[in-house]
């Protein structure tokens, strides 16, 4: 059954006419066009569909469109403010913490849901809480490199 | 460059062998100064061209060319799929045209736009593309020189390049850039190579470090993959499956499917579709068909099949032999016999395999998730019997490939869905799908006999590869009475490999390096000699000497005392597509859960001329990454032929905490031709491993991977 859902996406709000059972990633990519969120296992095993729901990392291909309703979602697209990119962006680019680049949207919301939590981030703690994204390129190195980094200068950006 | 011969192609008979007239092509690309050239090794077998057929000459398959606004374009027929060539190949192109590098673009994996290819993997993109495209880069140099000849009316000896920019040092005040030399000119060159090596040592661009090009779309999430395509009109199908791989479609119901709004099914064979504009809904659908199945009786499973392959009637083709092994192990004072099985691991790229298939008139275009998109193009073709020239493959961003998106039969089933149904049709595999129908890693068995005598020197090695095939097991230590076969399939016999089997990074190189370095390493405890020294002292390639002397002073090896040491410090040495590896780790072992943790791993790699040190480094570490998948936890289990791993749940890739410290050295070779770097590494991570178990407990592992269970119940035997 259809229902009309409204929630802020990227900052804007956004209403949409569609059945609230339906998965949110499959939403953001199919109904919005926001297809830089990637489908890896449908499973919540993968990571690759990450996006942030206010505030908190959640994996998108585990919750429904209607569990979004009156939050604010903010998908990789959404990321960078004002054209300039977000510092887990640009570490991304500076450390090169991806090959392929299909888990990197993922990777890089969870590592920025990860900051917003914890400022002074250490990088046993990154790396505890980037276990369980999947890279199968085998960037991990680059991409610990990167988060660290951005921990770094957001906090000096304080 | 004196040895490339070029003439220039204008008559209508050789451009037609070519398959397509001069000018049709011009049309195709605009106007500028192209030169055609073949990326290939000597040896290799030259495409031949199917007259009138190919929509681009196919004996030549890649072509350069300079565009009147000065960009230097190259185009080809390979993919990026994460490896980094791109970065390499612009690199080569700005080095010899002497360009800026933001002037280079790359142009791939268009079948419309870029000359045909046969795919990209083995990690050949740089070994074999780049000296060729350098010397094509060189001959539109001599092109652009001889035209600022004419027009500045001195010799082309005289003329320097600067930037793009050609210019009389006697007369500084005039200048032409390419851009100028090339407008309004329509000149085509064949270059016709003889491959040899080159000299590199003067490149400034070569061996500098340059981080990947595309990442800003990649962060952003700007990079459009296949499945991220929109096409109006376009509906996302879903198919339905058997149980098992080998089932036969027998009937099939979808009048409940149907009921649901807008969803269409459409069949075309044993292709059954679930069609809708929403993904999520033709999944729905889906699970209201009801269709029945035959199913063969298959009795092997992942644990019966190591057996089966030794019980199979197979072929038996000696590969390498020399001496005498009967007489060899007669002169041997300790003889030791190893058996090793290695299971089947899927590809498990992130990014399953897509495809969008759209039928405009006439023609098809489709987009595909693939490393092969040349031969997807024949396959379309053939399929719909359609002319070349009118199946555009179009590759865009790919989420990983490693060898497994080179079958395309994702697109195959888009391309025939699509036909079907009269619109563009987008189909993105489940990770379920993935886990059934992608080809996996072949499994194999490995027997190796060997023996050393008094004095530690090996004097016999009879090795015998079932199944897998004997990528990496060459001969590299000095074994004077030696022989290599491989066992394979017999014509008529059933199949042995129950899954879909196909390339996976260094295909089998991992098996073989185990197998061997697994052997070397129990002779080395026999001769009761520490494993380096053990290895230096039987060695024989020089290049693997080298570098494993590397890899002992980057990892600070010191000399056990006795083997095993209980340090767990293993070494493993290999090659692959012509790179020499070389591998010393260090582990501890949970004694009481069996658990495998690696402390460090030091890599030391001759890969000849390295072109991007830094693309070069990341390949090594992201493969040494990646092993540590096949060597703890990857292993497809499977029942006949229902897989029982279908998705990360239960077949666990490689985490962030199981990446040890990683040092790597690449040994500077800058007067030797560039070999693969995409690969080398991920082979000896199995074997370097097995190796430092042994070192900290005493146990042997015979079978991949070293799960928890396998080291503890080895740890019992020992
Ligand atoms: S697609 Fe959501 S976690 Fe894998
Ligand atoms: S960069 Fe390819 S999966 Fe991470």
Redesign the interface.
Known sequence: MEETISFQLNGKQTELKIDPT??LL?VL???L???????????G??G?CIVLIDNEPVRSCSVTVGEVKGKSVV???G??KNGE?HPV?KA??EH?A????????GM?MNAAGLLIKNPSITRDEI??G???????????????DAVESAAKEMKGGK | MKNNKTKTQVSKKNSGRRGMERRDFFKLVGGGVVIFFLPRCAGDPVPVAEPGKRSLPKDYNAFLKIDEDGTVSCFTGKIE????INMALVQMMAEELNVPMEKIKMVMGDTELCPWDGGTWGSLTVRQFGPNMRRAAAEARGVLLELASNKLKVPASQLVVNDGVISDPNNPGKTFTYGQLAKGKKIDKYLDVKPEPENYTKYTFVGKSF??P????????????T??M?LPGMV?ARIVRPKSLSGKLTSVDYSEAEKIEGVKVVRDGELVAVLHE???VAGRALEKIKADYSYDEIGVDNKTIFESMLKADSTANVEESAGDNEAGFKLCDKVIETEIHDPFLA??????HSALASFEGEKLTVWASSQTPYPLQDALASHFSMPLNKVRVIVP????G?GGKSKNQQAMEAARIAKACGKPVMV?W??EEEFMYDNFHTAGVLKIKSGIDKSGLIKAWDYHSYFCGTRGAEIIYDMPNHSITSHGHKEGTPRVHILDTGPWRAPNNNTNTLGRELQIDRLAAAAKMDPVEFRLKNLKDQRVIDTLKAAVELFGYVPAKKYPSGRGIGVAVGTDVGTMVAEIAEIEVDMKTGKVKVIRIACAQDMGLCVNP?GAT?QM??????ALGYTFTEEIRFEGGNVIDR???TYE?????W?PK?ETIILDRPDQPPHGGGEPAIIAVGAVICNAIFDATGARLYQMPFTPERVLEAMKKA
């Open positions: 339906q998965t499959w990519r199919n109904n066009g926001f297809t830089g969120t990637k489908y890896g296992c449908g499973i095993f993968c690759s998908t990789i697209e990321l960078s990119l962006q991304f680019v090169d991806l090959q392929c680049g299909f888990c990197t949207p890089i790396i505890s980037m276990e369980d994204n999947l890279c199968r390129c085998g960037a991990h190195v680059h991409i610990i | 799929q994460g490896q980094g981080k990947r595309d990442a800003g779309a990649k962060v952003t999430g700007k990079a459009k993959f499945g991220d929109r996302y929403n993904l999520v590809h498990a790229f992130i990014e399953t961003f790919v989420g990983g490693f993105i489940t990770r830094h990341m570490e992201g493969c040494l990454t990646m998705n990360y749940d890739l490689p985490r962030f905490s990446v990683m």
